[in-house]
């Protein structure tokens, strides 16, 4: 948290707060959060218009005229909190700060002031996120360096991915969180995929049946688009907060699977919290 929804769920605030708006004014908090960055001061982004929104994977990208663009990744807690000049707030991320409290919060970290009116706080609790400011003509070298996989949110290449899935002996949750296999799937999104497959998370995902990679494939866009449709799992310390059943199981260890009543339980995968119902998907294999 904040996973693709979340983030997709950034980009679209962004989009319509900021697109074609001019920075005017930049204060900027927490100057590490400017990280590997080959541009070394987010002060040569002042009058300058956002041109293009975009997003790969989990990281936002920034696109701004005269050849500079901002990448932002909100990894484990960040937030993004967008105060258009009519009044009204758009926020997605992490859920600290309050959406409706009080900004800059103390972990509010980094603002943008547009000459239209629009304010964005970047926040983060945690201090993991990061910013990197480069010339737009080198945003294709540095996304390729993260070496991501097919977005999960699009149509996937069931046999290639089914086949990648047949030769890995590590779980199937480890595999589904691995960037490089599918970009944008965590914890949460994950755990709900396996619970629609009826896939037990600690599985050798080789062990899968060709029936099972292919339902487990099938799912990623769904529980994705579910995710993206709602603006993100709601999930509080680590208690879900389901809308329309989602999550069904992350972050709702000890309550009723919404489909059998069976008792949610969490163990861990891959040192990863991992929620799932044991009769919808027991260890068969």
């Given at each position: 948290?904040?996973?693709?929804?979340?983030?997709?769920?950034?980009?679209?605030?962004?989009e319509r707060?900021?697109l074609?708006?001019?920075?005017?004014a930049?204060?900027?908090?927490?100057?590490?959060?400017?990280?590997?960055?080959?541009l070394?001061s987010l002060e040569?982004?002042l009058?300058h218009?956002?041109?293009a929104?975009?997003?790969?994977?989990?990281?936002?990208?920034?696109?701004?005229?005269?050849d500079?663009t901002l990448?932002?990744?909100?990894?484990l807690?960040g937030q993004?909190?967008v105060?258009?000049?009519s009044g009204?707030?758009l926020v997605?991320g992490?859920?600290?700060?309050?959406?409706?409290?009080?900004?800059?919060?103390?972990?509010?970290?980094?603002?943008?002031?547009?000459?239209?009116g629009?304010?964005v706080?970047?926040?983060?609790?945690?201090?993991?996120?990061?910013?990197?400011?480069?010339p737009?003509?080198d945003?294709?070298?540095?996304?390729?360096?993260f070496?991501?996989?097919?977005?999960?949110?699009g149509?996937?290449?069931?046999?290639a991915?089914?086949?990648?899935i047949s030769?890995r002996?590590?779980?199937?949750k480890?595999?589904?969180?691995?960037q490089s296999f599918?970009a944008?799937?965590?914890?949460?999104?994950?755990?709900?995929?396996?619970f629609r497959s009826?896939?037990?998370?600690?599985?050798?995902?080789?062990?899968l049946?060709?029936?099972?990679?292919?339902t487990?494939l099938?799912?990623?866009?769904?529980v994705l688009?579910e995710g993206i449709?709602?603006?993100?799992a709601?999930?509080i310390?680590n208690?879900?907060?389901?809308?329309?059943?989602?999550?069904?199981?992350h972050?709702?260890?000890?309550?009723?699977?919404?489909?059998c009543?069976?008792?949610?339980?969490?163990i861990?995968?891959g040192s990863?919290g991992?929620?799932?119902c044991?009769?919808?998907?027991?260890?068969?294999?």
């Amino acid at each position: 948290m904040p996973e693709l929804p979340e983030v997709e769920t950034a980009r679209r605030y962004l989009e319509r707060g900021i697109l074609g708006q001019s920075v005017s004014a930049i204060d900027v908090r927490l100057p590490k959060l400017l990280r590997d960055s080959p541009l070394p001061s987010l002060e040569l982004l002042l009058n300058h218009t956002v041109v293009a929104v975009g997003r790969r994977a989990k990281v936002l990208i920034l696109a701004f005229d005269h050849d500079l663009t901002l990448l932002v990744h909100l990894k484990l807690a960040g937030q993004v909190a967008v105060f258009l000049s009519s009044g009204e707030r758009l926020v997605a991320g992490h859920p600290v700060p309050a959406p409706f409290g009080e900004y800059p919060h103390k972990v509010t970290h980094i603002e943008f002031h547009f000459a239209e009116g629009t304010v964005v706080y970047f926040s983060d609790v945690r201090q993991f996120g990061w910013f990197r400011l480069m010339p737009t003509s080198d945003v294709e070298a540095a996304i390729d360096a993260f070496a991501f996989g097919p977005e999960g949110t699009g149509a996937l290449d069931v046999d290639a991915l089914s086949a990648i899935i047949s030769r890995r002996s590590i779980p199937i949750k480890t595999l589904l969180l691995d960037q490089s296999f599918i970009a944008g799937l965590g914890n949460i999104y994950v755990d709900e995929v396996l619970f629609r497959s009826h896939i037990y998370p600690a599985t050798a995902a080789r062990d899968l049946s060709d029936a099972e990679r292919n339902t487990v494939l099938g799912h990623v866009p769904a529980v994705l688009a579910e995710g993206i449709r709602q603006g993100g799992a709601k999930i509080i310390h680590n208690i879900a907060h389901p809308v329309d059943q989602f999550p069904a199981v992350h972050g709702r260890g000890g309550e009723p699977c919404f489909v059998c009543e069976t008792t949610i339980e969490k163990i861990r995968v891959g040192s990863r919290g991992t929620y799932f119902c044991p009769n919808c998907q027991p260890p068969t294999h």
